[in-house]
C-alpha cells in the first residue's frame, strides 16, 4: 500500500516554472517507479514523465522533453518533476503515479497508485 499526495501546483505566466512534489507513505517507496501524468478536461490522461526505481532510466513525453525533468530522492520518499519555460498548453490536472513496472507504467500507464492530482494553470 502506497499513499500518493501531490503539491506545488498554482498559477504562472508563460516561460516561467513550477516544481511539483509527490510525497509518498507506505511500503516500500524505493522499489517503485515513479511517474507524473496531466489531464485535461476532454482528453486522455498522458504520460509527461517516468522514472524508474534507482533513476538510472527515465521517459518524457516529446513535447516537454529539454524543459522538464523529473527526479526521486528515496531518503525523503519524494519525486519531483521540475518544470521550466512553461506554455499554456502546459496547462493541466497533474498526477502522480506508483507502479511496480516501469515498463508497463510508460507503454500502458500500468500504475498501481495515484495521486489525487494538482492544477497547473499557464497564463499567457
Known amino acids: 500500500q502506497v499513499q500518493l499526495v501531490e503539491s506545488g501546483g498554482g498559477l504562472v505566466q508563460a516561460g516561467g516554472s513550477l516544481r511539483l512534489s509527490c510525497a509518498a507513505s507506505?511500503?516500500?517507496?524505493?522499489?517503485?517507479?515513479m511517474g507524473w501524468f496531466r489531464q485535461t478536461p476532454g482528453k486522455e490522461r498522458e504520460l509527461v514523465a517516468a522514472?524508474?526505481?534507482?533513476?538510472?532510466?527515465?521517459d518524457y513525453l516529446s513535447s516537454v522533453k529539454g524543459r522538464f525533468s523529473i527526479s526521486r530522492d528515496n531518503a525523503k520518499n519524494t519525486s519531483y518533476l521540475q518544470m521550466n519555460s512553461l506554455k499554456p498548453e502546459d496547462t493541466a490536472v497533474y498526477y502522480c503515479?506508483?507502479?511496480?513496472?516501469?515498463?508497463?507504467?510508460?507503454?500502458?500507464?500500468?500504475?498501481?497508485?495515484w495521486g489525487q492530482g494538482t492544477q497547473v494553470t499557464v497564463s499567457s
Open positions: 503515479a506508483a507502479a511496480s513496472d516501469f515498463y508497463a507504467l510508460v507503454a500502458r500507464s500500468g500504475a498501481n497508485y
Open positions: 507506505g511500503r516500500t517507496f524505493s522499489g517503485y517507479a
Open positions: 522514472i524508474n526505481w534507482n533513476g538510472r532510466i527515465t
